[in-house]
């Protein structure tokens, strides 16, 4: 095994060009040496600033170089298992921005190629990375608040809705869009897998879309019951525009922990009028800055140490499982049962 993991990041867009940054300049013994976006425009802009070897329009061109050992996928979500499946098959190992692929099967085809051809697979829910949450877990298997009863979870975006996000069919909505940052956290927290959801939403900031779009939902809360019997609470949201929102509330037995608030920094200003004011998150790039790191270093760490991927294929499959659950309860207004 090398001592250096030599890296190609596949889409160079807002979320792609993270990675792509801490592959350039923070991440031990893990290079960015070639891009791959079919946009020349994109790929221009992310090479004048990141300065690899080698740069592709076309991902099938990136699986005949030797010198590439492992891919970031950061395309659109369509796309996914066809980049996935050929990287596999050239023996390049796979980090995968969330969602894993569109639906289950296309999971469970990602999964298998990962296996038959021997080549670590892991799926982009940097929460799992980012210290607060890890530390929370920490605690959790020590026992610091007792046996867990109940999480709860809550993401809200602060963006209008790109107009292809208005048709739930191609986005999920909110169930999709965040919330399966939240349905993963839920998960791993747990440590246990979901018996059930119910999910209720409606649209309450683009009333104009109405029409066209009436499926579409803005806001959701979903109840969630696990297999052994813990219960769980998701909160999602497009469109709240006061900020970027993603807190969690751990209650047990014998105490209680809170990862999150909703402010940018740790300041409060007090003025004249009586006001006290706090600066609110603004983005989830700022909030997961050094999560998104960890979550790079450990992709390259578990390669060189051959190690399971903190967060799994099937991790991804889950995921994915429970935004397809979770939706099929809103639209049809009813209890689902999740197969495990």
Known sequence: MTNRINVCLIGTGRAGMIHGRNFSRSIDQGKLIALCDPSKENLTQAQAELNCDYLYTDY?????NPEIDAVIIVTPTIYHKEIALAAAA????????????????ECVEIITAAEEHQIKLQVGFMRRFDASFQEAKLAIEAGAIGEVVLVKSLTHGPSNPKPWMFDIH????????????????????????????????????????????????????MT??????????VDGAQYVQYGYDARTEVLGTKGSILIGDQSKHKITIATS????????????T?????????????FIDC??????????????????????????????????????
């Open 60 to 64: 099938r061109d990136v699986m005949k």
């Open 90 to 105: 050239s023996k390049k190992h796979i980090l995968c921005e969330k969602p894993l692929a569109m639906n289950e099967e």
């Open 170 to 221: 191609q986005s999920n909505g909110p169930i999709g869009e965040v919330n399966s940052h939240d349905l993963d956290t839920l998960r791993w927290l747990t440590g246990s897998e979901v018996k059930s959801i119910y999910a209720i939403g409606g649209n309450y900031r683009s009333p104009e879309v109405r029409d066209e779009f009436p499926d579409y939902y803005d806001t959701v809360a």
């Open 224 to 233: 969630i019951h696990f297999s052994d019997g813990k219960l769980g609470m």
């Open 273 to 284: 009028d009586g006001k006290l004011t706090k600066p609110a998150m603004h983005s989830w």
């Open 286 to 298: 700022y909030l997961f800055k050094d999560a998104y790191v960890a979550e790079d270093q450990a």
């Open 303 to 340: 390669i060189l140490s051959d190690t399971s991927p903190l967060c799994t294929g099937e991790d991804g499959l889950m995921a994915v499982k429970l935004v397809k659950a979770g939706l099929t309860s809103l639209l049809e207004n009813r209890i689902v049962e999740v197969d495990n």
